[in-house]
């Protein structure tokens, strides 16, 4: 895995969309697979910049979210649709109609689980995915615990997930109990990953997944086993590694 250090949040959220926008350029109809969460936003933000100013261009280019809560509508303001919405697609030349995120009020939620995975292969799978990591490891909503095999499914969040995420609604009480989210196994098909983080609240979590044993019980961990992964984190979150490693080269991480 490559490891890459950056001096703030702002140079990762840069270096991170700087790689996007790489890809992009590369390979117009790209398939990305995208977070939602705090960490992204600014990452985001980089890369309506760089779509006004630089021309980057979206129009043939199809996304997979990782995960959306159970029972929110897409238009709640917390649905992972809304987001997605807000911090990205209604400010770059997206097609939304090629933008796929689970829906959270899906009759047979286990049947949009299985049309999401299948939706992936016949795109001919995720180019490069970005993932967040939970303060307990996780990636997507795959919680502690979860199968390195899993597939796409409806999860139960655990209480320290509920807690880090009731600062987005009103209280604790109203974070979902469950989401729909891609498994371990799903991402680890993903042909390129990268993972940000920042703050020292992620370092316990980045310190594990990098330097300790690959286990299922802190599931960024897996991605020990993937060929091409990335870590873009900010010195707060990388507080607790113990080897060093190396920084983004001007501003980009030396993405060709
Ligand atoms: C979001 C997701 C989650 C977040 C993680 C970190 O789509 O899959 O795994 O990436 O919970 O969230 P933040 O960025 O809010 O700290």
Known sequence: MKV???????????AAARIFAERIKKKPNIILGLATGGTPVKMYKELIR??????????????????????????????Y????????????????????????????????????????????????????????GHIAFNEPGSAKDSRTRVVDLTKTTIEDNARFFKSANEVPKQALSMGNG???????????ADKTSKADAIAKSIEGSPTEQVPASLLQAHKNTTFVVDKDAASNLKKQYEAPTSGCCGCK
């Open 186 to 196: 799903t991402i680890l098909e993903a042909k390129e990953i990268v993972l940000i």
């Open 50 to 79: 760089i779509h006004k100013e630089e021309g980057l261009d979206f129009s043939n280019v199809r996304s997979f979210n990782l995960d959306e809560y159970l029972g929110i509508t897409s238009e709640h303001d917390q649905s």
């Open 81 to 136: 649709r809304y987001f997605m919405n807000t911090n990205l697609f209604d400010h770059i030349n997206i097609n939304k109609a090629n933008t796929h995120v689970l829906s959270g009020v899906a009759k047979d939620p286990a049947a949009e689980c299985k049309a999401y995975e299948e939706a992936i292969k016949k795109a001919g799978g995720i180019d490069i995915q970005l993932l967040g990591i939970g303060g307990n």
């Open 4 to 14: 890459i250090v950056c001096k703030s949040s702002d140079e990762m959220s840069k």
